[in-house]
């Protein structure tokens, strides 16, 4: 049997349990997941929980309540982390902007690792002030709404900011830690498990309006096929490639010939990820969230009224909004990720070319041209599977966590990090049977 035979069929939980390296991985990032959740019930203090809990029930049916659920239910309990990773996501859109537009950030950009950590550094500084801003903010409609703040004043206002800026700075750092420690995204994780830990309660929440006859029993069943249809496509697009064939021509040294293979070069149907849900979402949130609190509600301002309705789940606007921002981030994001001049001058460097095509800038329009499609299509996917479902469950009392946002990043932060244990397994086995072969040859 070949040796790559061999390291495939090994690979189980039995190859799990010998990878010391990978189980030290898996142990970091599960204790680092239960440090978040513990977090997510520790309140911010000066805070009455019930007037919270009838005033967010109130309003939780609208953009707050999807907030609600990228934060795992922090943001309902007002929590020391109830602002979340989303402070780090919006200043990290904002850097990424800017690169295509400052060109000393450009410039930072092409410095390499020097430069990727400047870029980083600040970064965290724009999180700092996004995180001030939005933490002053929801002080500030803390005290507005009456009954939640014990002690309205300077004193509670300071130590709210401290304590959000605090949590997610904690996050952005544990993250960072899960990336470089731990197994997949940090991040990305972060979202996952608090949309993963508040889907018993949302499921238990809708049979129980299925119970009382809030919801009847064939609009439930519905539901259930609907997300599972939804979840076996997006791991059908998640999986779907575009195969590009690369040729490398024949090398003559001496009386041995080198080269002449071909290879191909495997191009994602969505390129982008899930990137351009959450960026889109954490847009839409950021404002939003603060006028629902501010009096978005029957009582408040004519106008914050009108906007709040306007922005209200399933409504015309609020979707063409999403819409728009998550194709905005499709091509943004993969305009980031794959650059085809850069990908045509180190096929033209290695040698290598695609048939019928001209190295150079040719190679480069014809990249070019295949990921625009490619780009158009990931887009729709994007779109279709994020919004379909929310128009759906708009006529509905049903929880967010049955949309097509958060299905959509369940199954693919799941996804990949699937495939990062097991190219952690292979290496292993790799390296197993690398260690074999050398003690055979000192046997020998």
């Given at each position: 049997?070949?040796?790559?035979?061999r390291v495939?069929t090994?690979?189980?939980l039995?190859a799990?349990?010998?990878?010391d390296?990978l189980k030290k991985?898996?142990?970091?990032?599960l204790?680092?997941?239960?440090?978040?959740?513990l977090g997510?019930?520790?309140?911010?203090?000066g805070?009455?929980?019930?007037?919270?809990?009838d005033?967010?029930?109130?309003q939780s049916?609208?953009i707050?309540g999807?907030?609600?659920?990228f934060?795992g239910g922090?943001?309902?309990?007002m929590?020391i982390f109830?602002?979340?990773?989303?402070?780090?996501?919006?200043?990290?859109?904002i850097?990424q902007l800017?690169t295509?537009i400052v060109?000393?950030l450009?410039?930072l950009?092409?410095?390499g690792e020097?430069g990727r950590?400047q870029?980083?550094?600040y970064t965290r500084y724009?999180t700092?002030?996004?995180?001030?801003v939005?933490g002053?903010?929801?002080?500030v409609?803390?005290?507005?709404a009456?009954g939640?703040?014990d002690?309205p004043?300077l004193?509670f206002r300071?130590?709210t900011?401290?304590?959000?800026?605090g949590?997610?700075?904690?996050l952005?750092?544990?993250?960072?830690?899960?990336t470089?420690r731990?197994?997949g995204?940090?991040?990305?994780l972060?979202i996952?498990?608090?949309?993963?830990?508040?889907i018993?309660?949302a499921l238990v929440g809708t049979?129980?309006?299925?119970?009382?006859g809030?919801?009847s029993?064939?609009?439930i069943?519905?539901?259930?096929?609907?997300?599972?249809a939804?979840i076996a496509f997006?791991?059908?697009i998640?999986?779907?490639l575009?195969?590009?064939?690369?040729?490398?021509?024949?090398?003559?040294?001496?009386?041995?010939?080198?080269?002449g293979?071909?290879?191909?070069?495997?191009?994602?149907l969505?390129?982008a990820?899930?990137?351009?849900p959450?960026f889109?979402s954490?847009?839409l949130?950021?404002p939003v969230s603060?006028?629902n609190?501010t009096?978005?509600?029957?009582g408040?301002a004519d106008w914050?009224v009108?906007?709040?309705?306007l922005l209200g789940r399933?409504?015309?606007?609020?979707?063409a909004?999403?819409?728009?921002l998550i194709?905005?981030?499709?091509?943004?994001?993969?305009?980031?990720?794959f650059?085809p001049?850069d990908t045509?001058?180190n096929l033209r460097?290695?040698?290598g070319?695609?048939?019928g095509?001209?190295?150079?800038k040719p190679?480069?329009d014809y990249?070019?041209?295949?990921?625009?499609?490619?780009t158009?299509i990931?887009?729709a996917y994007?779109?279709a599977?994020?919004?379909?479902p929310e128009i759906?469950?708009?006529?509905?009392a049903?929880?967010?966590?049955?949309g097509?946002?958060?299905?959509?990043?369940?199954?693919?932060v799941?996804?990949?990090?699937?495939n990062?244990?097991?190219?952690?397994?292979?290496a292993?086995q790799y390296?197993?049977?690398?260690k074999?072969q050398?003690?055979k040859?000192?046997?020998?």
């Open positions: 049997m070949a040796a790559s035979d495939n090994g690979i189980g039995g799990i349990a010998k990878a390296d991985r898996l142990l970091f990032t204790g680092a997941l239960i440090v978040y959740r997510t019930y520790i309140p911010l203090p805070i009455n929980p019930g007037a919270l809990a005033i967010f029930g109130q049916s609208g707050l999807m907030f609600d659920m934060s922090a943001l309902g309990r929590t109830a602002l979340n990773i989303m402070p780090y996501i919006t200043a990290s859109i850097m800017m295509s060109p000393t450009e410039q950009k092409k410095d020097a950590k870029i980083n550094q724009l700092v002030l996004l995180a001030t939005q002053y903010g929801i002080a409609a803390l005290e507005a009456a939640i703040v002690q004043g004193f300071l130590t900011v401290v304590t959000l800026v949590g997610t700075l904690f952005m750092w544990l993250g960072e830690q899960i470089s731990g197994i995204n940090g991040i990305s972060i996952f498990s608090g949309i993963i830990a508040e018993p309660t049979l129980e309006f299925g119970r009382t809030a919801l029993a064939f609009i069943i519905g539901l259930f096929v609907m997300a599972i939804v997006i791991v059908f998640e999986r779907s575009r195969k590009i064939l690369i040729q490398y021509p024949k090398r003559q040294q001496g009386a041995r010939s080198f080269g293979e071909a290879q191909h070069r495997p191009l994602k969505n390129v990820g899930v990137v351009p959450i889109a954490s847009l949130l950021m603060l006028i609190l009096g978005g509600q029957s408040g914050l009108a906007l709040n309705a399933g409504q015309p606007l609020y979707l909004i999403y819409v728009s194709v905005f981030f499709a091509f943004f994001y993969t305009a980031i990720v650059n001049e045509a001058e460097r290695n040698g070319y695609i048939a095509i001209r190295p150079g190679t480069a990249l070019d041209y295949i990921l625009t499609r490619l158009v990931g887009a994007l779109a599977v994020c919004i379909l759906l469950i708009s006529q509905y049903v929880p967010f966590y049955f097509g946002t958060s299905l959509l990043i369940v199954v693919t799941s996804l990949d990090t699937v990062q244990i097991q190219s952690h397994l292979l292993h390296e197993g049977l690398i074999k050398r003690l040859g000192r046997r020998s």
